[in-house]
């Protein structure tokens, strides 16, 4: 009985986990929960999706969710960000699309947010996006910077993912020019 009350324990961590990642890897998921290697991930994965406690799909490899609305043009970026979480340590302070407000006008919805040291990082994920819609959130960031500082006496950092060598070089130039903290990964 008692393993069996273990197991429905463990099942439920890792479907609150992905409920909060919305997709995710093996990998990820043996990371975030402390499933231990590779083949002792498969073979839960495997009893909790026979038993429809998760759901999963092929895309490059497999990608597990709980929710039935499947979004196959996101999973890419989620996964993304889902690496960057794990990256920096799994912040207990990690939310992921919130709305930055300036007297109440919606300015930004960074990818996700969290605090480092007792400072802000905003996390954007850049796939294809249009350079220019880059270069206005950038701008967009340039503000809230300047805001955050005179409040919480610093500099937030931004922080960009993406998979392209030259969209990096692009933001690092357009960070620079504008005087943003920024990291690129």
């Known amino acids: 009985m008692l393993l069996v009350s273990k197991k429905l324990n463990r099942y439920e961590k890792i479907r609150s986990s992905l ?3 919305t997709y995710a890897t093996r990998e990820q998921l043996r990371i975030i929960n402390g499933l231990g290697g590779v083949r002792n991930a498969n073979r ?8 429809g406690y998760v759901k999963s799909v092929r895309y490059d490899r497999k990608v597990y969710y709980v929710d039935t609305r499947l979004k196959r043009s996101e999973i890419q970026h989620i996964l993304m960000r889902n690496n960057l979480f794990i990256k920096f340590g799994m912040p207990s302070d990690w939310k992921k699309e919130v709305p930055l407000r300036i007297n109440g006008e ?3 919805i960074p990818d996700a947010m969290f605090k480092r040291k007792g400072e802000l ?3 954007e994920i850049e796939l294809m996006q249009a350079m220019k819609v880059n ?3 950038i701008k967009r960031y340039k503000e809230i910077s300047s805001i955050i500082f005179s409040q919480y006496n610093h500099t937030p950092t931004i922080i960009f993912h993406t998979v392209s060598d030259s969209r990096r070089l692009k933001l690092e130039k357009e960070c620079e020019k504008l005087g943003v903290k920024y990291m690129i990964i």
């Open 135 to 137: 270069y206005d959130k």
């Open 19 to 21: 409920a909060d990642l």
């Open 106 to 108: 919606v300015l930004l």
């Open 121 to 123: 990082n905003f996390v």
């Open 44 to 51: 839960i994965l495997l009893d909790m999706e026979r038993m």
